[in-house]
């Protein structure tokens, strides 16, 4: 789904607060946080990437994983939960979904800068899909939702 938005609705974050809160086995948070190349705080703030005087798109797909994690099931009897939901088996479609659909605003849109880390550059993500109508569910088990943000770099 591509949709235009107001940059003057979004909510920000404190990324680098953000990155570094711990979640299971990564107790320090992202261990890419301050090695990654598309990671704080090696990576510009919005504003500091994309003209908010242009045009600025939310670029999202949808994968149903709860689908993923019933077919799973089905052919893993034996496989936990975590098996079952581990990003592993289902990220790589999602990823190659997202993908196509970023190519697609960048054809129809006239976008030249795709921003696939939008929380990485300080923006609330959860607070504004909620603003616009769309929950990101966390963990997911129905739907798992990537979202990217494009424009005009500056």
């Not at 090696?42 to 994968?63: C, H, S």
Request: net charge positive; charged share 30%.
């Amino acid at each position: 789904m591509i949709v235009q938005i107001n940059p003057k609705d979004l909510s920000y974050l404190d990324a680098k607060k953000f990155c570094c809160l711990p979640y299971p086995n990564h107790p320090k948070g992202c261990p890419n946080y301050r090695k990654k190349e598309g990671c704080p705080p090696n990576i510009p703030r919005l504003e500091e990437a994309l003209d908010l005087n242009k045009e600025i798109y939310l670029i999202y797909t949808e994968f149903n994983i709860g689908e993923h994690a019933e077919r799973m099931k089905r052919l893993h009897s034996d496989w936990s939960d975590k098996q079952i939901y581990c990003c592993l088996y289902w990220q790589p479609k999602a990823r190659k979904m997202q993908r196509q659909e970023e190519e697609k605003s960048k054809k129809e849109k006239g976008i030249n800068l795709i921003l696939t880390s939008p929380e990485a550059m300080g923006i609330n993500l959860v607070s504004f899909m909620n603003k616009i109508g769309v929950k990101l569910e966390w963990p997911p088990r129905k739907i798992t939702r990537l979202v990217s943000l494009g424009g005009m770099s500056k």
